[in-house]
């Protein structure tokens, strides 16, 4: 899942120059990627790319980081403001 909301962000953004919503000197919007989750079991993938990413120092400071927020459906406790 990292892998793939970080391939969506990518999509979203090389989509914005020819279809000119922006031009290329225009600085990218900011994307909050949000993964709704409804499965059985409780959430065990890393919402974030760079935990998947082995990278040995000094040149992990070039692993990228994609947070994702994670909403697990069938986990979230709902309460009633009166």
Known sequence: MP???MSYM???WQ???PTRVI???D???GII???LYNGEQPWSVPCDIKETIL???PVSLFTPSVPCLRIDELRLSLE???
């Open 3 to 5: 892998v793939r909301v």
């Open 33 to 35: 990627p949000i993964v």
């Open 27 to 29: 600085s990218l919007p």
């Open 23 to 25: 031009v290329p000197s």
């Open 55 to 57: 990278m040995p120092d």
């Open 10 to 12: 990518v999509l979203l």
């Open 80 to 82: 009633l403001v009166k």
């Open 15 to 17: 989509d914005l120059i």
